[in-house]
């Protein structure tokens, strides 16, 4: 089954950016999500990088409402299905390979799979995937990468990831291949770390007004 293209494409587009969180303590996830989603982006993407990240989605899916919580760095089938389990709404991978696509078809939660070359989201059109994670997306070729993409590959439509901050965030939203961008910046290990759900609100709030 090719990607479920509508469901995805809902989660890329409540909002100009996913936070992509990396989450230690997952007594945190709770107040962490609750002001990303009353900052105004209720998408929310934990990374599966420590090793109590799928508590924290299961915290945030049963704790906060209004949250759409997605798992990240999603690598093969067993990582797919346990974030699943946890309660993600929607699966990223930095890439994509045959056993990812695979597995993926086996689930009723739709994966936004990564590709940083012209090929790559060639390969993933021809599976039926047209929206797609562009990843790394500064270290790539960044939005003049992506805006020479835009006419030959017209079909794809991405949420550029890596290395975005505040300021570089608008020439990719201003791209017309782009629904929206990921980025650490709003809530990075710090802010988390230190409780600052008021400043995670406060940017979360200013990224929820981007222009696209």
Do not use: H
């Not at 990088?49 to 508590?55: F, G, N, Q």
């Not at 045959?98 to 993933?124: I, K, N, Q, Y």
């Not at 949420?159 to 980025?183: E, F, H, M, R």
Request: charged share 20%; with cysteine; net charge neutral.
């Amino acid at each position: 089954m090719p990607q479920d293209t509508a469901r995805i494409e809902a989660v890329m587009t409540a909002a100009p950016v996913i936070p992509v969180l990396v989450v230690d303590d997952p007594k945190k996830a709770v107040p962490m999500a609750e002001a990303l989603v009353r900052g105004g982006l209720p998408a929310i993407e934990i990374t599966l990088r420590t090793p109590r990240a799928l508590e924290a989605i299961r915290a945030v899916a049963d704790g906060v409402e209004g949250a759409i919580p997605g798992a990240g760095t999603v690598l093969d089938a067993a990582q797919y299905e346990a974030a699943v389990k946890a309660g993600a709404r929607f699966v990223v991978s930095p890439g994509a390979t045959t056993r990812l696509l695979d597995a993926a078809e086996g689930f009723d939660v739709p994966l936004l799979p990564g590709a940083a070359t012209a090929s790559e989201v060639m390969a993933l059109l021809e599976r039926g995937y047209s929206r797609l994670k562009f990843f790394p997306a500064e270290q790539a070729g960044g939005a003049g990468f992506l805006r020479s993409l835009a006419s030959p590959l017209a079909a794809a439509r991405f949420c550029p990831t890596g290395g975005i901050s505040a300021d570089k965030a608008p020439a990719y939203l201003a791209l017309p291949n782009v629904l929206c961008v990921g980025g650490s910046w709003i809530a990075d290990a710090r802010a988390i770390e230190t409780a600052d759900w008021a400043g995670i609100k406060a940017r979360a709030r200013a990224a929820a007004a981007l222009a696209r």
